[in-house]
DNA sequence: CTCATTCATAACCACCTGATTATCAATACG
DNA sequence: CGTATTGATAATCAGGTGGTTATGAATGAG
């Protein structure tokens, strides 16, 4: 039973959530602190929003010390994969290219 | 120049109009009246939401007559589909699964 | 022509959301 | 110890969002 998209897509519709995300992706664990620092809003901001990813389990935390390192779930986002693959069978050109280009990225 | 997955994923945020999005995708061209049947949502309701997915690109409407058809536009996913690509490289195998699964479909 | 149907829009409203500042517990550091 | 840093939470607020009913224009049917 696969789960509803609903947590992702509506965690990933406001822009400075997916913004934490796609760096979190890029650049690994951050803490709050650095995800903060360039975010354009203040940490409480960043917090609650990565309460929302963490619930939509995009990313996980962990502890250290006083600080909390947050790391991307990519697997959280496999809902959104497989509502794609229903809904966009069309799509499979613009993946082959994509697969191309990362080939190519690879080398 | 790829456009941002913003309005895509604003758009399909709500689960109404995701569900709309998702009669239209399988059942063809339907009528706003056609939609509001069962949608739970009264017609009012349903004319703003095609108006949302429509100005997302996600749907297209023709007049015929006193009605109006609306169409899927599965093209109108790229953006999403794009974005996965950078951030989900880990559902290749996820997206090869759900090729057999079409290929056998097909058949 | 008259009446019914279709659908978009306006006006309104309750609730949600994203932001802020203030605060506090926990931890690190001198 | 005392002080600074980190990050979650509470309180608050403005604006957005999704729903409703009322309405009217356009078209179709009799």
Chains 1, 2 share one sequence.
């Not at 789960?3 to 934490?20: H, W």
């Not at 650049?27 to 903060?36: A, D, K, S």
Request: a positive charge.
């Amino acid at each position: 039973m696969e789960p509803s998209p609903d947590g992702a897509f509506r965690a990933l519709a406001d822009p400075t959530r997916r913004k934490l995300f796609e760096r979190l992706s890029r650049e690994g664990g951050l803490t709050v602190h650095g995800l903060t620092n360039g975010s354009g809003v203040s940490q409480p901001a960043v917090s609650k929003h990565l309460a929302v990813l963490k619930r939509a389990r995009l990313v996980e935390d962990r502890r250290e010390g006083r600080e909390t390192r947050y790391q991307a779930r990519p697997e959280g986002l496999s809902a959104l994969v497989d509502w794609l693959g229903i809904y966009a069978a069309f799509w499979r050109d613009r993946f082959d290219r994509l697969e191309d280009l990362l080939n190519r990225m690879d080398q």
